[in-house]
């Protein structure tokens, strides 16, 4: 599930957003994924934990890959097992049942420098994720991937960059478009 670029007009800052590069991108996959601009948000002043959750929920929905019912499946989903991964990073997602309620997969990154107090740790990027079928299985492993380097972690942290998140993402997800195609190939036989 890899992420390609494409040029898009940009769009008036939001009030809540720190100041964003003059480069304005959308990243799409071939499997329908969206990351755009939009869907980025750098520079929030800390929330409680569960506010944090619904308002990743929330974009999730206003961005049209999810509907209403997948916000509160996102926090019995914390309930159930804490979303925060460590290292500052909090991925909240549905539940296994609110699946029919996601409309396309997609990824949202909201950013609070100060933090989020979540069970286990504070999060300063909070990415929330919406997986047609098993897709969120490979969006997981994506965030995983772009955040592997420590100093680059601590830099998507604090960033008021939006194209170099971008870039984090796409450079460590060309691995696995070169992997779709390859094994698009090997499945219908065009080697």
């Known amino acids: 599930m890899g992420f390609f670029f494409k ?16 480069v304005t991108t959308e990243t799409t996959t071939a499997d329908g994924m969206i990351l755009s601009r939009e869907g980025i948000k750098l520079g929030l002043p800390s929330v409680s934990m569960e506010e944090a959750i619904i308002a990743a929920g929330e974009l999730l929905r206003d961005l049209g890959y ?26 909240p997602h549905g539940t296994e ?4 309620n ?26 929330g994720i919406a997986g047609v ?11 995983t991937e772009a955040v592997t380097e420590d ?25 696995w478009i070169i992997h779709k195609i390859e094994n698009l190939r090997i499945a219908t036989g065009f080697l």
């Open 66 to 91: 999810v509907d209403d019912d997948y916000i509160p499946a996102m926090i019995r989903r914390n309930e159930e097992a804490s979303v925060y991964m460590g290292l500052g990073l909090a991925i």
């Open 151 to 175: 100093e680059i972690l601590e830099k998507l942290k604090t960033t008021t960059d939006v194209a170099y998140l971008f870039f984090i993402i796409y450079q460590k997800s060309i691995v």
């Open 102 to 127: 996601v409309k396309k997969s997609g990824i949202i990154v909201m950013q609070y420098p100060e933090g989020v107090e979540f069970n286990g740790g504070t999060a300063q990027l909070v990415i």
């Open 7 to 22: 040029n898009k007009k940009k769009n008036k800052t939001e009030e809540t957003m720190a100041q964003a590069s003059e």
């Open 97 to 100: 049942d609110a699946k029919k």
């Open 133 to 143: 079928g098993d897709e969120h299985l490979e969006i997981l492993a994506q965030i």
